[in-house]
Nanobody, 125 residues
């Protein structure tokens, strides 16, 4: 079973940037994509972004709420996926989860077969 370990969360101010990292214990054919969900306080988990992990071309999908501000990328040599978050807003405050999926699209929780433990991102106004 692949394990995902997130890092890079923290407390920042509105307008700041933060980069999350997700290291996978292995890259398996059961994973077509890796990406990020988040769970704001008192709300359900929501899709943030996903990227293909095979092939030489990066295919990425983003939630409308983060397009133009967040960028997902990968380093296959390190089995690591990143989420660069710019122009952060208080509404971006959430626990961010790294995920693995056999699909690449605007993911729903039912698409996910492996979850990381989560990392807290807090954006103050």
């Amino acid at each position: 079973q692949v394990q995902l370990v997130e890092s890079g969360g923290g407390l920042v101010q509105a307008g700041d940037s933060l980069r999350l990292s997700c290291a996978a214990s292995a890259r398996t054919f059961s994973n077509v994509a890796m990406g990020w969900f988040r769970q704001p306080p008192g709300k359900e988990r929501e899709f943030v972004a996903a990227i293909s992990i095979w092939g030489s071309t990066d295919y990425a999908v983003y939630a409308d709420s983060v397009k133009g501000r967040f960028t997902v990328s990968r380093d296959n040599a390190k089995n690591t996926v990143y989420l660069q978050m710019n122009s952060l807003k208080p509404e971006d405050t959430a626990v961010y989860y790294c995920v693995g999926s056999a699909k690449l699209r605007s993911l729903v929780p039912g698409d996910i077969h492996v979850w990381g433990q989560g990392t807290q991102v807090t954006v103050s106004s």
